[in-house]
Structures are given as C-alpha cells and as structure tokens.
T-cell receptor
C-alpha cells in the first residue's frame, strides 16, 4: 500500500520567516495530495490540495509544489504568523480499486511560529 | 447538517467494556471514513464506506473493532472488550465524492481505564 513520509517532525520559525514541510510518497500512481492543519484540540482542516496534473498551487501565503518524478510534494508558508502554529499533515491518495478515496497521512509536523 | 457530527465528544470506559462511537456525515456526502489518532501521533486509517459498496476494513486493528453505516448516512464504530491501547481520538470524516478532500468531525476522545 501507499506509504507517506513527512519531514521535519517539528519546525520552529520566527514570525515573518518562511516554513517548508516536505513529504514523500511511495506509490507512483497516487494522484491527489492534500494538506491539513490541526490546531491544538481541534479537528484537522483542509488548507490546500494539489492533483497530479499540476506542479504548483498557491493560495495567499500558502503554496504546494509537486514533483511526480521524485515522488515528493512540499508545503510552503510565507510570512508566517503566530496563528500558523499547529500540526500540519500531508496525505496522498492512489486511484482505482475499492480504496479509491482513502487518504494515507504522513506523521505530521509541529510548526511553532515565535512572535 | 452543516458539518460532520460525532458523539460522544468524550468517553471514559472501563477495560473490557464495549463502546459505540457515532458519526453523522455531511448530508449528501457519499464517502465516510474512520481514523484513529493516538496522542501526538498521525492519523491511522481504520475503515472506509463508499455508497453501497462493500466497506474497506483493511485498517481495523483487530476483530474487536467493527463498523456499520446505515442507510448510507450515519455510521457507528464499535469496539468490543476495550483495552487500554484503544485509548485515542477517533475521527470520522466524509467527502462529497471519492476524489474530493475530507471534512473531519471533532472526534471522540476515548479513554480506557
């Protein structure tokens, strides 16, 4: 099955700096890559996603890039703010079969933005 | 409903007892998923329902775990003879179609004492 590795496990930055979180996946057939943000004690929420026919997607201060050849994708947060502090999860989904919709998640990155 | 609703929000149970966790997905969402999140850990897949298809149970950790989805809507996750290692937050998610992102519920925090 699919395996997703996420790095780093913790990331500490100063307010205003950029943050980058990277994920690699094992199944070259995977075609959908969402990112979720989970604040302390709250539910994970989808913040951005990318499909395999696109190399980059931006939404204000966040962007995701995908390298299908290398089987990795990254989340980029620019001009970080304290409210960006949370756990971020990447995920991947492979098409086809009875588990078409199932996401495989990375282990998460704890991002801390210091004022 | 407006979001994915899970109940109870917290459950403390004695080792060996059975528990039932409920998930009410967003109306019209055809796909429903259960995940488990242990303290400080990632999201572990448990089971997935899509329409009338047979569920994908490949993530259930033991035969003490089972789930059903009635009428294509509400789902119940049942854990029999609970063990301390079952303590975790159980998250339910739904999606409009299989190729859409998930909307998660707030989870049920299960503590087995």
């Amino acid at each position: 099955g699919e395996n997703v590795e996420q790095h780093p496990s913790t990331l500490s930055v100063q307010e205003g700096d950029s943050a980058v979180i990277k994920c690699t996946y094992s199944d070259s057939a995977s075609n959908y890559f969402p990112w979720y943000k989970q604040e302390l004690g709250k539910r994970p929420q989808l913040i951005i996603d990318i499909r395999s026919n696109v190399g980059e997607k931006k939404d204000q201060r966040i962007a995701v890039t995908l390298n299908k050849t290398a089987k990795h994708f990254s989340l980029h947060i620019t001009e970080t703010q304290p409210e960006d502090s949370a756990v971020y999860f990447c995920a991947a989904r492979r098409p086809g079969g009875t588990s078409y919709g199932k996401l495989t998640f990375g282990q998460g990155t704890i991002l801390t933005v210091h004022p | 409903g407006a979001g994915v609703s899970q109940s109870p929000s917290n459950k403390v149970t004695e080792k060996g007892k059975d528990v039932e966790l409920r998930c009410d997905p967003i109306s019209g969402h055809t796909a429903l998923y259960w995940y488990r999140q242990s303290l400080g850990q990632g999201l572990e897949f448990l089971i997935y329902f899509q329409g009338n298809s047979a569920p994908d149970k490949s993530g259930l950790p033991s035969d003490r775990f089972s789930a059903e989805r009635t009428g294509g809507s509400v789902s119940t996750l049942t854990i029999q003879r609970t063990q301390q290692e079952d303590s975790a937050v159980y998250l339910c998610a739904s999606s409009l179609l299989e190729n859409y992102g998930y909307t998660f519920g707030s989870g049920t925090r299960l503590t087995v004492v």
